[in-house]
DNA sequence: CTGAAAGCGCTTACAG
DNA sequence: CTGAAAGCGCTTACAG
């Protein structure tokens, strides 16, 4: 590989000199700039960003910790980080934890060891006082969703609201009996606050939750197919409608709807989230919940870009769900 | 932040014996290690992997180019490589060119610049000197699909005997006017197998393909839904099933015949390309070509690896696709 | 078994 | 405007 010496023995000049040439010192000559960079075209040389690096410039590289990559609403996540961080020349590391600790704890050795410059992450597991002095230390940003104790700064969209309003929806269509359909575990069901918008909406309407009708731990599309399932298992008592934390899931339910003929809205009404793409190809179209993913990418980018280079931090945009009405409630 | 010298101090060993410790070298006993290890932890310090790097270990870190994250596509050859990077202490680098040139320079400059271990490119517009020259080094691995004349190594499906198959199916059910539904441009058809597996098909039952029912630069759930109006627009001669290079695609153009009344696949048969979760979600359910995506992920983190470990490359695996028959066809 | 010193490829304060 | 030299934080050949 070449280096800088090769450049400088090439055009004459001293490292010194082929140094500023690159870094666009004003100390340079234009026709000086202009051999030694004829030189390093010939030579193929570019400078080793290594080196560069432990000379104090950062990695330009960010950690983007997501669940899992396959899952779209990371995906569309991801996509406007990228964009928002290639802009001011930083790169995505994508780091998806599978939900295992050992993975999480990983990648933010990664961030010590200063492989990464800074690090999203969309879920927080390991909540030891270094991890939270890295969150200080603004190294650290989280984002989306975290279900803790702890009183950490997130940059999350109004989920209670959310739920609220399509619940409010729902109700308001005259739907009495609505389930709810949620990737979480029961246990999570005290601090979800999607889970809390659904609740107070029903309240308001006097309507008590029926727990018969909360069907935890639907994460893919055969489990919403199964959930359909269920939800026929209850006889009278099943809901007339559902609030489905998932468009996948949703997607899920409503294919056997079809397969068992029972009618979207007008038998059962379903309500997703995320406004996937999926939901506008499905039959019905999915009536959804989109969240403003563009905007918080963007946000949480910028956010971490400023915390690294100790710029004054970004206003935070607000961030609003919208329902989009389709046709399946 | 802490530095090795930091440790030595506290110690009182030298900077070798730390840098021997951390790097599990034979000649320091158990119990300096031991000493070592619990001042590293007292003062929560990691070595500066960008200073080990200098020394000569890599970046750990492998670029994968894609076009766009949000194609689930991607996203699942993506999570493939990751997998198997990860379990040897790689991590991905996610690089989409949205189909700008500017961007597929920036990241072979990436390469270059050594902030990347490797490359693995899964399409590639400048095919100049050097970058074929990265691609003999082993630095840069090209990965599903190039349209262009260059004779270079690609790690791929057999795309024509896939679409071939897809094809003679629908023929074998009676299909005569089959219509051909791709993302690419016109342009580049002649240059397509996949395209041409759909000709030989049709060539060996006597028929000669019609341009009329050839769809380019569909690539959009929404440009699925035109083309169902493209393909009534035919009238007469309109095709009674509908290879589509593309789940998405093809979900809008089913969605779009529920719309309009149009039995599937009784009136119009309909294969996609890649088996997508939408396929399993979709009613019916969308019959389709299953990509050994897995399979290539593996491989190609695989042989990226032992090149940037100058290893012996792994053998190919047959990378074979397969005609997953749902409702649709 | 241990340490002083050279060196990885750059950048930059200092001196000219 | 230019260059010799120090230094970023490590690893490792060399000497003991």
Do not use: W
Request: charged content about 25%; hydrophobic content about 40%.
């Amino acid at each position: 590989m070449t280096k800088i010496s090769d450049v400088a023995e090439k055009t004459g000049y001293s490292i010194t000199t082929i140094s500023r040439a690159i870094n666009d010192h004003p100390y340079v000559s234009d026709k000086t700039k202009k051999k030694i960079f004829d030189a390093m075209k010939e030579l193929d040389y570019y400078p080793n960003n290594v080196a560069q690096q432990l000379r104090g410039k950062g990695t330009k590289l960010i950690g983007v910790i997501i669940s899992f990559v396959t899952n779209p609403f990371f995906t569309y996540l991801v996509d406007a980080i990228e964009k928002a961080a290639y802009q001011v020349g930083y790169q995505i590391v994508i780091l998806q934890t599978l939900e295992e600790p050992e993975r999480e704890k990983r990648f933010i050795e990664m961030l010590k060891k200063r492989q990464l410059d800074g690090l999203i992450m969309t879920s927080l597991d390991d909540d030891s006082p270094e991890v939270l002095k890295l969150i200080e230390a603004g190294k650290i940003v989280v984002c989306n969703r975290y279900l803790g104790e702890q009183n950490i700064p997130l940059i999350h969209v109004d989920e209670k609201k959310a739920t609220y309003e399509a619940t409010y929806y729902l109700l308001s269509k005259g739907h009495r009996k609505i389930g709810y359909v949620t990737g979480n575990r029961g246990s999570m069901l005290a601090v979800d606050p999607r889970f809390k918008g659904y609740v107070q909406a029903l309240k308001e309407f006097g309507i008590e939750p029926n727990s018969d009708c909360v069907f935890p731990r639907r994460l893919t599309i055969s489990d919403g197919k199964s959930t359909l399932t269920d939800v026929l298992a209850l006889g009278e008592e099943r809901p007339d409608a559902l609030l489905v934390i998932s468009d996948e899931v949703a997607s899920g339910i409503l294919s056997q709807c079809h397969l068992l003929n029972i009618e979207v809205p007008e038998t059962l009404a379903i309500i997703g989230f995320d406004d996937q793409p999926i939901a506008e190809a499905l039959y019905p179209g999915l009536t959804t919940v989109k969240q403003p993913i563009k905007e918080m990418g963007e946000y949480v980018a910028a956010l971490i870009i400023a915390n690294i280079e100790h710029r004054k931090q970004p206003e935070m945009p607000e961030l609003n769900t919208k329902l989009i009405i389709r046709g399946t409630a």
